[in-house]
């Protein structure tokens, strides 16, 4: 196959930061995707109605004109959240879900929550008015090992969230092991997961290939060969409640080359262009269209995008880096050959 054409997907797990970087990531989510939630983890986070509405404005002031590209926005949960936060939220009809960071889990993060029972009024407003809940699936406990920090979070916060809140709409947010993939595979048809390209494509020796290569790491952490297969497959099976998330995040090459560098890997160059090459490594271009275009929009109860996207089976070449203010933005796989290219 050298040509696939399908449904315009959408990304549902997407970091765009803010201010004037902003020129130059939303340009390359917008140049495939038709919608992406927006995650709220900024400084200060975007906590209420009012300030995801601004940056909403701030996102598509810097929308190209012949993109049809909607950012649909989400609530940074803390410890304080009002309930009626959600309604506002909901009646706002721009505010899609509200995220979940454990405090201290990952970039910006500070503002996470430090116990869940904190948010249990919180959820019980969302579960009444169908918001979902967006989990970053990892434990902080500093005893618990960082490679397993998702399947301990499935097993000690996850399970007994869902016991006490049986119809609450929840996505585990780029999942990475094969215990994830197993309890989403076998959980009520509410519970979803997304998925990121490099999760799909690479185990965690990618980071330390002849070094360590810090634009390999991310949070959660690349796993073993085993965990990337099992996302393979799970990927490749057509379960629906699998579905395309980039956690795409743009850190300058300063914050991810110093002796402690940040979290996250920049794909929205690419982002479809990896997908393709990973379902096509999977021997399942034909799932491609479902997990991209369809299952996340059935999810959160939106229509499916009516335009087409085209991917062409012609090689071409990543950037060194693109302008980040004025610093340097190093995409994932910078100056590496592609094999499938947006038409």
Same mark, same amino acid.
């Given at each position: 196959m050298d040509k696939l054409t399908i449904t315009q997907p959408d990304d549902w797990h997407l970091h765009v930061r803010d201010a004037e970087v902003l020129k130059t990531v939303v340009p390359h989510s917008a140049r495939c995707f038709g919608r992406a939630i927006i995650m709220p983890n900024l400084k200060p986070p975007v906590t209420t109605t009012t300030q995801a509405l601004a940056y909403r404005q701030r996102i598509q002031a810097v929308t190209p004109e012949n993109r049809n590209f909607q950012a649909l926005m989400t609530l940074y949960l803390t410890d @304080?959240? %009002? &309930?009626?936060?959600?309604?506002?939220? *909901?009646? =706002?009809? #721009?505010?899609?879900?509200?995220?979940?960071?454990? #405090? !201290?889990?990952?970039? @910006?993060? %500070? =503002? /996470?929550?430090? %116990?869940?029972? *904190?948010?249990?009024?919180?959820? $019980? #407003?969302?579960?009444?008015? !169908?918001? &979902?809940?967006?989990?970053? /699936? $990892?434990?902080? %406990? =500093?005893?618990?090992?960082? +490679?397993?920090?998702?399947?301990? +979070?499935?097993? *000690?916060?996850l399970i007994p969230l869902i016991k006490r809140f049986p119809s609450l709409k929840i996505v585990l947010e780029h999942i990475t092991t094969r215990q994830a993939a197993e309890f989403i595979g076998a959980a009520p048809e509410h519970i979803a997961a997304t998925i990121t390209p490099q999760h799909l494509l690479y185990n965690r020796n990618e980071i330390f290939k002849g070094g360590i290569r810090p634009h390999y790491f991310c949070l959660p952490v690349l796993k073993r060969e085993q965990h990337r297969q099992a996302l393979l497959d799970a990927v490749s099976s057509g379960n629906r409640k699998f579905f395309l998330g980039t956690d795409s995040a743009p850190h300058s090459q300063a914050n991810k080359e110093n002796a402690c560098g940040c979290a996250g890997i920049y794909s929205a160059h690419a982002a479809i262009e990896f997908y393709a090459e990973a379902f096509e490594q999977a021997g399942a271009l034909d799932k491609l269209e479902g997990f991209a275009s369809f299952y996340g929009a059935d999810f959160y109860g939106l229509p499916r995008n009516t335009s087409k996207i085209t991917l062409l089976k012609q090689a071409w070449t990543i950037p060194d880096y693109y302008h980040f203010n004025d610093e340097k933005l190093i995409p994932l796989n910078a100056n590496q050959t592609m094999r499938w290219q947006l038409g």
């Open positions: @304080n959240t %009002d &309930p009626q936060e959600i309604q506002k939220a *909901k009646d =706002s009809t #721009a505010i899609h879900a509200v995220k979940y960071y454990p #405090a !201290g889990a990952t970039t @910006n993060s %500070d =503002s /996470g929550v430090t %116990d869940l029972s *904190k948010t249990y009024a919180v959820l $019980e #407003a969302m579960q009444t008015l !169908g918001m &979902p809940l967006l989990l970053h /699936g $990892e434990v902080t %406990d =500093s005893q618990v090992d960082v +490679f397993d920090r998702e399947a301990v +979070f499935i097993d *000690k916060i």
